[in-house]
C-alpha cells in the first residue's frame, strides 16, 4: 500500500502545478483497493503543513479517497495556506486509513498511541487520530479532540467513539 504515498504526492502536484484533479483510472491502479476512509498528513521540516481526512468512506474506493484527501490537504486545510510550488519537494506525506468507528465507553483509558477518536455532540465533532507526537495520555487526547469539536471536556452528553489507523508513511 506504500504506492498510496505516491498517489498522494502526485495528486498534490497535478494540483498546484495546472489545478486540476488528478486523473488515475481505475484499469491503471497499482493494487485492488476496498472502500475505507483516510486522513493524508503533510509535513515540512518535521511540522504539521496539512492534514484532511473524512471518518467514512466518501469516494468509490481508498485510492479515490486518497487522491481528494491529499488536495484537500494542500490547498483547504483553514489552518495554513495552500502548498505552493516550492515546497512541494519538502514535504513529507503520510496516509492514514481508519477503521471503522466503535463505541469507546471510557475514552480516558483509551490508549492515544493505539486509537484515535472521535467526540460529537449535536453538530460539532472533533478528531484526533492517534499516534500523535505530543499526545502521550487519553485525558489529553479527550481535551484536545473537545477543544477541536468547541466543547468543554466536562460538558455532558459528549459522544465518543474510537477507531484504529493504518498508518502507511515514507
Sequence with gaps: ??????????????????????????????????????????????????????LEPTEKDLIQETIRNAQAAATRDTRFPPVTLNELDLLNISVDILSEPVPALFPW???????????????RRGVLLPDIETVDTPDEQFRISCMKAGLDYDEPGIEVMRFTVTRIKP
Design 1 to 54: 500500500m506504500k504506492e498510496l504515498l505516491d498517489i498522494a504526492r502526485k495528486s498534490i502536484e497535478e494540483y498546484i502545478k495546472h489545478k486540476r484533479t488528478y486523473n488515475l483510472q481505475e484499469r491503471d491502479y497499482p493494487f485492488k483497493p476496498q472502500r475505507a476512509a483516510c486522513f493524508v498528513s503533510l509535513k515540512k521540516e518535521g511540522r504539521l503543513r496539512g492534514c484532511i481526512g473524512t
Design 109 to 123: 483509558i483509551e490508549d492515544p498511541k493505539k486509537f484515535g477518536i472521535i467526540v460529537k455532540k449535536g453538530f
